[in-house]
């Protein structure tokens, strides 16, 4: 073995002292050598020292080569350990039986000193490779938790900064007499303000609950208001598309005092809302039209908040069908669809997406009713 190259760690259990020896001359050169006599002391030597692989003897007395390995590999540090049987017994049914109680080779004796070198030099050769492969791993799970909380830590930063610009944003609007022109530059701004914070709350909101540190806590809100938040600050996206939105409260066109009363998080609920219309809207036709419809319906039992999204055209890509049932993670495509369906389960509703080519898209999601919790 090179100098300065670290020597591995082998145990080799025998009840025989004479074929330890014979073993370890024939490996001590290049590893560090560790015995045990019996089943019980090779046990307690694992559980003590790091050991990186077993020549373990199968014909001995209390307890065998098969009830040591068997014992071994029930074992967190034991499993990685790979077992080499070293026996007198040749026949096919021990060597089958070495291998189902967890062995990796088999040796017979008399042993053959280059043979033994080199098996031992190929399993150890695999325990490093897969030493190495859990180290990467472990890099990799590192750094992308470490990416992933300095994105949600200048996430948070940016919030504060942009709730600040809405407020004075909203405070030049109204207190400086500004001209027509001047005017329609601040709302511009303060649109594209309103959008940037909401992305920037989505998200904040999105990696707690995938992170698993979101907690509901239901309130009631208008969903009409969201709506026509969204319709006020995508005006211009409309207004490029054509799209004509339509709005039904509970089977009739909507008035002006409507409202529409749901139990759930008002950051989540906007982004759902924003999204899904977003995409009906940028992917229909020029022209093309959005419909929502809004009503209650009683079942099982209770009332439940209905909200349908119809438009003329694939409101989401064709692969954000499977990632309903299963995240793409990692992807663009089909992650979009996959995070509303979050953000509505985790505010205990549901959501259902149908496509027909002469139809069009319609997500129906469904939320409690006000009456179905104790909030106002």
């Given at each position: 073995m090179s100098e300065g190259v670290e020597k591995h760690n082998i145990l080799i259990v025998d009840d025989l002292v004479s074929n330890i020896k014979t073993l370890a001359e024939t490996l001590r050169k290049e590893h560090n050598i560790f015995v045990a006599t019996s089943g019980k002391d090779a046990l307690a030597l694992v559980d003590n020292e790091s050991i990186d692989l077993i020549l373990l003897d199968i014909v001995m007395p209390e307890m065998d080569g098969y009830e040591v390995c068997k014992s071994l590999k029930k074992t967190d540090v034991g499993k990685k350990i790979p077992v080499i049987f070293v026996t007198v017994l040749s026949e096919s049914l021990d060597e089958v039986r070495a291998l189902d109680a967890g062995a990796v080779d088999f040796i017979t004796k008399p042993v053959h000193a280059p043979s033994v070198r080199a098996k031992v030099a190929n399993h150890l050769a695999m325990v490093d490779m897969l030493k190495t492969i859990e180290k990467q791993n472990i890099q990799i799970l590192e750094v992308a938790h470490a990416k992933e909380e300095m994105n949600h830590i200048t996430q948070t930063d940016l919030r504060k900064p942009l709730e600040r610009i809405v407020s004075l944003t909203n405070q030049l609007t109204w207190t400086t007499n500004p001209t027509d022109e001047q005017i329609n530059l601040l709302q511009g701004l303060l649109k594209h303000t309103y959008r940037l914070s909401n992305l920037l709350n989505s998200s904040i909101e999105l990696y707690n609950i995938r992170n698993n540190r979101y907690r509901f806590t239901p309130k009631s809100f208008d969903f009409l208001t969201l709506v026509d938040d969204f319709l006020m600050i995508e005006k211009e996206q409309i207004e490029e598309h054509k799209a004509i939105v339509r709005i039904q409260v509970h089977g009739s066109p909507r008035m002006s005092r409507d409202t529409f009363k749901v139990i759930g998080d008002v950051t989540l609920g906007y982004s759902i809302v924003s999204s899904i219309i977003l995409n009906a809207i940028t992917q229909s036709a020029?022209?093309?039209?959005?419909?929502?419809?809004?009503?209650?319906?009683?079942?099982?039992?209770?009332?439940?908040?209905?909200?349908?999204?119809?438009?003329?055209?694939?409101?989401?890509?064709?692969?954000?069908?499977?990632?309903?049932?299963?995240?793409?993670?990692?992807?663009?495509?089909g992650f979009e669809l996959y995070a509303v369906k979050l953000m509505t389960e985790v505010q205990k509703g549901t959501l259902q997406y149908d496509f027909a080519e002469d139809f069009g898209s319609t997500i129906t999601l469904s939320f409690p009713s006000v009456d179905s919790y104790n909030v106002k």
């Open positions: 020029s022209g093309g039209v959005v419909s929502l419809f809004f009503e209650t319906i009683h079942s099982g039992g209770k009332n439940n908040s209905i909200i349908k999204i119809h438009s003329e055209g694939r409101a989401f890509v064709e692969k954000d069908q499977v990632s309903l049932a299963v995240p793409l993670e990692g992807r663009r495509k």
